[in-house]
């Protein structure tokens, strides 16, 4: 079936380094795929998505590339910030349109 | 602006209790959402619907009922609450998912413990 990994549990990093979190799916066809992030006491939003190969999403200075080749959606920011410190989950919905599938969620730290 | 409430936000329960999270949602959406968030486990869907009256059974529903009385209304029930379902449940809403963005809109979190 579908599903999503990410293979960082938790990533701890000081203000102004640079973050990768990994995210690599199996689905059939062209999924589309998400980043939501999580605050303290909230819930998850989205933070943007891409539908096609090769398509970057982005926002609030997160980005990643759709890769249909490495089938992996890998979040990136050049230089992160106290504020950034949340969960955040890759995810998917398949072409058939069914149910969306989550990750395992990656908590960040960011100190300052 | 799109609303997802959930209520209560905090519960705690006795082991073999009976729970009832509720939730409201005013986006106007036909299908809603329950999810268990378990740290290392990231979120799981336990029960969804896409019309009132009707409800569909998630990856892991064993052991949790659902009632959608209503398009705005969905409630997760819990009839004899054990340890293990200790956790934060978060109920979503959305369009359909072959619709233009598939994104779900969240509420902000029950957290259950039961004793």
């Known amino acids: 079936g579908d599903s999503v990994t990410q293979t960082e549990g938790q990533v701890a990093l000081s203000e102004e380094d640079f973050l990768t979190i990994h995210c690599n799916y199996s689905a059939s066809g062209y999924p589309t795929l998400f980043w939501y992030v999580q605050y303290p006491g909230e819930g998850p939003q989205l933070l943007f998505r891409a539908s096609r190969d090769k398509e970057k999403g982005s926002s609030r200075g997160f980005e990643a590339t759709y890769d249909k080749g490495t089938t992996s959606f890998h979040l990136r920011k050049a230089s992160v910030q106290e504020s950034d410190s949340a969960v955040y989950y890759c995810a998917l919905r398949p072409s058939s349109f069914s149910k969306l599938v989550f990750g395992q969620g990656t908590s960040l730290s960011v100190v300052p | 602006e799109a609303a997802v409430t959930q209520s209560p936000r905090s519960k705690v329960a006795v082991t073999g209790g009976k729970v009832t999270l509720s939730c409201h949602q005013t986006n106007n959406h036909d299908y809603m959402y329950w999810y268990r968030q378990d740290t290392g486990h990231g979120l799981r869907l336990i029960h969804y619907?896409?019309?009132?009256?009707?409800?569909e059974k998630g990856d892991i529903p064993d052991g949790y009922k659902a009632s959608r009385p209503s398009q705005e209304n969905f409630s997760l029930i819990l009839e004899l609450a054990s340890l293990s379902q200790t956790a934060v449940y978060f109920c979503?809403?959305?369009?359909?998912?072959?619709?233009?963005?598939?994104?779900?809109?969240f509420g902000e979190g029950s957290k259950l413990t039961v004793l």
């Open positions: 619907s896409y019309v009132a009256d009707s409800t």
């Open positions: 979503a809403s959305s369009e359909p998912l072959g619709g233009n963005t598939g994104q779900l809109y």
